[in-house]
């Protein structure tokens, strides 16, 4: 494989031996090019803001706890100025806040380092293609996560058009016509409605409705 089709990657780990053993590793894989390494998120961060957009990396295996800057912070500010950078979290930590934390902020995938060799080139093919990869244990925390942050917010976390959608079933409209009312098509209305079940933790519009009267949210002027 020619370097042209490499896949362009940049380690940001604190450690040294990490990056070196990762390093030697990826070097290993013809179809990977480690062309960057850097000790903390600002450092990343500063890299990429100084390399023309040939030379930047196409995949970060981004470490989490790091000194100066750590890796949710770095990656949301990568994803605000290259919102096509693809980024794998790589770390030790599995808390139910930080994994939260990093898809949030924009990384395409979170991976613990006590994932295999096979299951690390995995996730980083799966990232270039812009497919998220995880093992269960990664998304029953991503869950909890989800449902922790949700259940601290006044509006249990929903977005704007969520909320629209929510109210709409409030008034006792159905998909078509709520479709109809938003100018989305009806899938996309079947989609608000799984995510607002999910996010609420409810099984049926009912109940979705009478939350939404619960709470207030329904007295519309």
């Known amino acids: 494989m020619s370097g042209a089709e490499q896949i362009k990657i940049m380690i940001v780990d604190d450690h040294d031996m990490v990056r070196t053993?990762?390093?030697?590793?990826?070097?290993?894989?013809?179809?990977?090019?480690?062309?960057?390494?850097?000790?903390?998120?600002q450092a990343a961060?500063?890299?990429l803001d100084s390399s023309s957009d040939d030379k930047r990396p196409q995949i970060i295996l981004m470490d989490l706890m790091m000194p100066g800057m750590d890796g949710i912070a770095a990656t949301r500010a990568i994803i605000a100025k290259h919102p096509d950078m693809?980024?794998?979290?790589?770390?030790?930590?599995?808390?139910?806040?930080?994994?939260?934390?990093?898809?949030?902020?924009?990384?395409?995938?979170?991976?613990?380092?006590?994932v295999s060799a096979e299951e690390l080139i995995y996730a980083i093919s799966?990232?270039?293609?812009?497919?998220?990869?995880?093992?269960?244990?990664?998304?029953?925390?991503?869950?909890?996560g989800l449902r922790q942050r949700t259940a601290q917010s006044g509006d249990e976390g929903l977005t704007e058009r969520e909320k629209e959608v929510l109210l709409l079933i409030a008034d006792g409209q159905s998909?078509?016509?709520?479709?109809?009312?938003?100018?989305?098509s009806i899938k996309t209305v079947k989609t608000h409605v799984s995510n607002l079940l999910m996010k609420c933790e409810l099984d049926d519009r009912t109940q979705l409705a009478v939350l939404a009267h619960r709470k207030g949210w329904a007295n519309r002027t």
Do not use: C, W
């Open 126 to 144: 799966g990232a270039f293609k812009g497919m998220p990869v995880m093992t269960a244990d990664v998304s029953q925390a991503l869950t909890r």
């Open 175 to 184: 998909n078509k016509e709520i479709a109809e009312e938003l100018h989305i």
């Open 21 to 41: 053993g990762l390093r030697t590793y990826l070097m290993l894989e013809p179809k990977f090019q480690v062309i960057a390494e850097a000790s903390n998120g």
């Open 86 to 114: 693809k980024i794998v979290m790589l770390t030790s930590f599995l808390e139910d806040d930080k994994v939260y934390g990093a898809i949030e902020a924009g990384a395409v995938s979170y991976v613990l380092k006590t």
């Open 45 to 47: 961060i500063d890299f």
